[in-house]
């Protein structure tokens, strides 16, 4: 049992137990002042527009959002090619940018594979528009092999250079302004502690935004992500909350960041710790099956499993 589970036999049975022990717990209210602005379908509605939508359309969002004097804007959107609309739309985008001084822009990791070779690239924003944002990071999450996305990266390796995440620079950005913000947790990958599913923000549609709907007060210091929430756009993923892939990629970042700025990441014990216990639970077994009649044995190991599953849910 000790070697089934160091060489991943039992890793279905732990993702299960881990999707279990969320729905268990249930959500919890977030404590980062983090305000989605969603790209959903009262938006492509009101707006009338087809995706993607003209630039100077976010360049006009960023001139009314950043006069509310948000924390930082990440947008949770890859430009890696010149509009279709001409230079000066890429130039609209690139004006709000300047005029917000604390944007962060989305990359995305792709591979493309053939059979000799394996490329990968970042498709970065184009430089007009990179040169004028605070930062710009990848956006990929990370899926394991169910699909569910449990875990984010601070980092990647891209060409020998090591590329910062959206969520990183975020977070910088955030300490920057002032955020209150836990150390960061060691290592490049990080177990997203979920508040709970979709709709745990504080969402608006991007429309009311454009439209002046909304007061721009209300993203006063406040980490402002904007991404689509509509599943037309495909940007959604299973999660521990969202078990049928309906969760909004812009609110797994908003997870992230809660884990971050909160200093909540969950942890899993080392592979030695794992071995100690399974060997220690397997010994007690046969010495109480050994020792005890049948009922007895069964009821004592049944007690100890509640309680190792107690703890763990503690």
């Given at each position: 049992?000790?070697?089934?589970?160091?060489?991943?036999?039992?890793?279905?049975?732990?993702?299960?137990?881990?999707?279990?022990?969320?729905?268990?717990?249930?959500?919890?209210?977030?404590?980062?002042?983090?305000?989605?602005?969603?790209?959903?379908?009262?938006?492509?509605?009101?707006?009338?527009?087809?995706?993607?939508?003209?630039?100077?359309?976010?360049?006009?969002?960023?001139?009314?959002?950043s006069r509310g004097k948000p924390a930082a804007i990440g947008f949770d959107i890859v430009f890696p090619e010149p509009s279709s609309k001409g230079p000066e739309d890429d130039l609209a985008l690139a004006d709000g940018l300047s005029l917000a001084g604390n944007v962060v822009l989305g990359a995305a990791f792709t591979e493309v594979r053939s059979q000799y070779a394996v490329k990968e690239d970042l498709n970065a924003p184009i430089p007009v528009i990179r040169e004028r944002a605070a930062a710009y990071g990848f956006v990929n999450p990370n899926s394991d092999d169910d699909a569910f996305v449990r875990s984010a990266s601070l980092?990647?390796?891209?060409?020998?250079?090591?590329?910062?995440?959206?969520?990183?620079?975020?977070?910088?950005?955030?300490?920057?302004a002032g955020l209150r913000a836990a150390a960061l947790p060691e290592g490049q990958r990080v177990l997203i502690n979920y508040r709970g599913g979709p709709q745990s923000f504080l969402t608006i549609p991007y429309y009311q935004v454009l439209n002046g709907e909304i007061e721009p007060d209300i993203f006063a210091g406040a980490i402002v992500l904007v991404g689509s929430t509509s599943p037309i756009l495909h940007d959604v993923f299973p999660t521990p909350f969202a078990a049928?892939?309906?969760?909004?990629?812009?609110?797994?970042?908003?997870?992230?960041?809660?884990?971050?700025?909160?200093?909540?990441?969950?942890?899993?014990?080392?592979?030695?710790?794992?071995?100690?216990?399974?060997?220690a639970a397997g010994i007690l077994a046969v010495r109480v099956t050994d020792r005890l009649r049948p009922l007895s044995a069964i009821g004592l190991i049944l007690v100890a499993a509640a309680a190792y599953a107690a703890s763990t849910y503690a």
């Amino acid at each position: 049992m000790a070697l089934a589970s160091v060489i991943g036999f039992m890793e279905g049975v732990e993702r299960w137990a881990y999707n279990l022990q969320f729905e268990l717990r249930g959500p919890i209210q977030p404590q980062t002042p983090i305000v989605i602005v969603s790209i959903d379908e009262d938006s492509f509605d009101e707006l009338d527009l087809q995706w993607p939508w003209p630039r100077a359309v976010h360049g006009q969002f960023l001139d009314i959002i950043s006069r509310g004097k948000p924390a930082a804007i990440g947008f949770d959107i890859v430009f890696p090619e010149p509009s279709s609309k001409g230079p000066e739309d890429d130039l609209a985008l690139a004006d709000g940018l300047s005029l917000a001084g604390n944007v962060v822009l989305g990359a995305a990791f792709t591979e493309v594979r053939s059979q000799y070779a394996v490329k990968e690239d970042l498709n970065a924003p184009i430089p007009v528009i990179r040169e004028r944002a605070a930062a710009y990071g990848f956006v990929n999450p990370n899926s394991d092999d169910d699909a569910f996305v449990r875990s984010a990266s601070l980092t990647r390796f891209f060409q020998g250079k090591e590329i910062a995440s959206f969520d990183l620079q975020l977070y910088r950005l955030g300490v920057k302004a002032g955020l209150r913000a836990a150390a960061l947790p060691e290592g490049q990958r990080v177990l997203i502690n979920y508040r709970g599913g979709p709709q745990s923000f504080l969402t608006i549609p991007y429309y009311q935004v454009l439209n002046g709907e909304i007061e721009p007060d209300i993203f006063a210091g406040a980490i402002v992500l904007v991404g689509s929430t509509s599943p037309i756009l495909h940007d959604v993923f299973p999660t521990p909350f969202a078990a049928h892939g309906e969760m909004p990629g812009v609110e797994v970042h908003a997870n992230f960041l809660e884990t971050l700025f909160q200093g909540i990441p969950l942890r899993r014990v080392s592979a030695w710790i794992g071995i100690v216990l399974t060997l220690a639970a397997g010994i007690l077994a046969v010495r109480v099956t050994d020792r005890l009649r049948p009922l007895s044995a069964i009821g004592l190991i049944l007690v100890a499993a509640a309680a190792y599953a107690a703890s763990t849910y503690a």
